[in-house]
């Protein structure tokens, strides 16, 4: 009797005691707004969802990416032919009259190997210029096939390093889209798919380390380039380099030579605003004025009389250009491009590209002391 009596007190106890925790719990999620709603069972999420909301990769995440965007990737091979050495000898009658042709010189011809990624079905190829350029012959290989389709040039453009490819394989083919460049954030996934040292289909992955990157690629000055630390390695110029959606966001283009896991590439957001004028016409045309300049420091103030540092110096005007045809000369100093201050050349330069092929603008130009105002017609370069 005494055991059952010990076992309904503990009972009540322990049922009061629960009354009581659950009671402050109630007021506790009243007092602070918490939920106790049910909780509603995880949905399926896109890749894409995945990634912006900084989910950790799965372990196939990049794999399935490579699968899906691999077969859009392609291997291009070129054949320069430069003209052999030269003899003098070959211009003597009597030479050529023992000798025949034995002496005769023979082009020479080299080979290339780059990248490439198709960008609709029918057969339209996004690559660097300087994997095609000068050459003659343009072999382009599917990983579909083991032979290699006939690739026509359609544009290209040596200041940006782009060019556009064009196949004939049927109407069917697998083709990768453009990413938003400008969505793009330091510290995001990227995978890089080419062809380095011939060894097809190379795919390797980094982060996107910079945005904005100004360097020179063989005389060539870029402002705005990604920076990655996955591996670009000769061969790979050209490649797409794909973000998580399968999308490319840049188009491989160097390494640097002194530096380890240093890579660079053209953002998607600079080819898509010419690739049009490539396709169409066969380049990218471009606003020009047609003159060399520089910034103007403080002893070239001092030594042309200006009251501050302002402006940008010619340096020299080109043969019949817009700049010569307007009466610009050697040594004048350009203050204002329609009405907008200039203080230095890459403020004049983002204005000219901003204007309209035909249209007239009026520069404020200190010359000899004095301002002038000049009309200038903006040309095509």
């Not at 009671?23 to 999620?29: K, P, S, V």
């Not at 940006?160 to 969505?183: Q, R």
């Not at 591996?231 to 390494?255: D, E, F, R």
Request: aromatic content about 8%; overall charge negative.
């Amino acid at each position: 009797m005494g055991f059952k009596k010990k076992s309904l007190v503990r009972s009540s106890l322990f049922i009061l005691l629960t009354g009581i925790f659950l009671t402050a719990g109630l007021i506790l999620c009243s007092e602070y707004n918490i939920s106790v709603s049910k909780v509603s069972p995880v949905e399926a999420i896109p890749i894409s969802e995945t990634v912006s909301a900084n989910v950790f990769l799965g372990p196939d995440t990049i794999q399935t990416i490579v699968k899906q965007t691999g077969p859009a990737v392609v291997k291009i091979e070129t054949e320069i032919q430069a003209q052999g050495q030269y003899s003098p000898f070959l211009n003597d009658p009597f030479f050529r009259d023992f000798f025949g042709d034995s002496f005769k010189s023979q082009p020479e011809i080299t080979n290339g190997l780059g990248s490439g990624f198709i960008i609709s079905q029918d057969g339209y190829i996004v690559t660097n210029n300087h994997v095609v350029d000068g050459a003659s012959k343009v072999n382009v290989y599917l990983s579909s096939s083991q032979e290699p389709y006939a690739a026509e040039l359609i544009g290209s453009d040596g200041q940006l390093d782009l060019a556009v490819l064009k196949i004939n394989a049927g109407n069917n083919l697998p083709f990768l889209e453009f990413g938003d460049t400008n969505k793009l954030e330091v510290g995001s996934w990227v995978i890089a798919i080419g062809n380095p040292y011939g060894l097809d289909h190379t795919v390797t992955v980094g982060v996107i380390s910079a945005k904005g990157r100004p360097i020179t690629i063989d005389g060539n000055e870029f402002k705005d380039l990604l920076q990655t630390d996955a591996s670009i390695n000769p061969g790979n110029s050209g490649g797409p380099l794909i973000n998580l959606q399968g999308k490319v966001i840049g188009i491989n283009t160097a390494i640097n030579a002194q530096a380890q896991g240093i890579g660079f590439a053209i953002p998607s957001s600079t080819v898509t605003q010419v690739l049009d004028q490539l396709i169409s016409n066969g380049k990218v045309i471009r606003p020009w004025m047609g003159i060399y300049m520089q910034p103007v420091t403080e002893e070239l103030a001092d030594y042309f009389g200006l009251e501050k540092i302002e402006g940008v110096l010619i340096r020299a005007v080109a043969e019949d250009s817009p700049a010569q045809k307007a009466g610009l000369q050697r040594g004048d100093i350009i203050l204002e491009y329609n009405k907008k201050k200039i203080n230095d050349p890459d403020t004049l330069s983002e204005e000219v590209l901003n204007t309209e092929i035909g249209d007239k603008v009026v520069l404020l130009v200190y010359r000899d002391g004095n301002t002038i105002y000049l009309p200038i017609t903006i040309e095509e370069r």
